[in-house]
């Protein structure tokens, strides 16, 4: 996943960072409250990992602000701040979880990996579009210039997990969490050989390609590019 941490304790940001490396996500860090909300705006996350001390803009304010601008990424709050009634107040500003200093890496890992397999708020659609792919998810229906597309349950599932993450690459064991429910890797050719039959069914009957293997990290599926 593509994590924002905003933390302005070197020492704590490095270390998150590290961990957050280390289990194969890629981390993104800013020690300022307003850079971080810029950051926040300017890219898309997976989670965002918030302190609610910041110089320059406050946590809450943070959150606060991607909320009335419709940015709905998860968002996790970290704090020395242990009362209810901070915690409370860190929920109801839009956040999604809250963990308090000092706390164990393996937790912060958790919860984020949790937070990455809810779909941000803004991202609740009842039709993904991609170019000219369609995925109807109240009616569990695709269609391609117009054309249906016959696709078994998992590989529905399958394509709209991609479909969300337009333009990213989603890694294959991202795809194990999301489709599979797997967080181990089971050693089998399972998600090659959904891919396969995916692409079979969305790009080759069609000109142009929208699902595209990146080598030795995962898939992506985007409108074409030029130039």
Aim: aromatic letters at 6%.
């Amino acid at each position: 996943m593509r994590i924002l941490l905003i933390e302005d304790d070197r020492k704590t940001s490095d270390y998150i960072a590290k961990g957050l490396s280390e289990a194969g996500h890629v981390c993104d860090v800013f020690g300022d409250g307003r850079d971080g909300l810029f950051q926040a705006q300017r890219e898309a996350y997976d989670v965002i990992v918030v302190d609610r001390m910041l110089p320059g803009l406050d946590g809450l304010a943070i959150i606060r602000s991607l909320r009335a601008a419709k940015v709905g990424t998860s968002a996790l709050f970290l704090t020395s701040i242990g009362g209810v009634d901070d915690r409370v107040e860190g929920l109801e500003a839009g956040g999604d979880d809250y963990l308090t200093k000092p706390f164990a890496f393996s937790e912060l890992l958790a919860r984020v990996n949790a937070l990455g397999r809810r779909p941000p708020v803004q991202e609740q659609k009842t039709v993904l579009k991609v170019a000219d792919l369609e995925l109807d998810l109240i009616r569990r229906e695709a269609r391609r210039a117009g054309q249906a597309i016959e696709l078994q349950p998992r590989e529905f599932t399958l394509l709209e997990v991609l479909m969300r993450g337009e333009g990213r690459v989603i890694t294959k064991t991202m795809l194990l969490e999301r489709v599979w429910d797997f967080h181990f890797d089971p050693k089998t050719s399972v998600v090659e050989t959904h891919i396969s039959r995916l692409r079979a069914k969305v790009d080759r009957p069609f000109q142009a390609q929208l699902l595209h293997t990146v080598r030795n990290t995962g898939y992506s599926l985007h409108a074409p590019r030029t130039g």
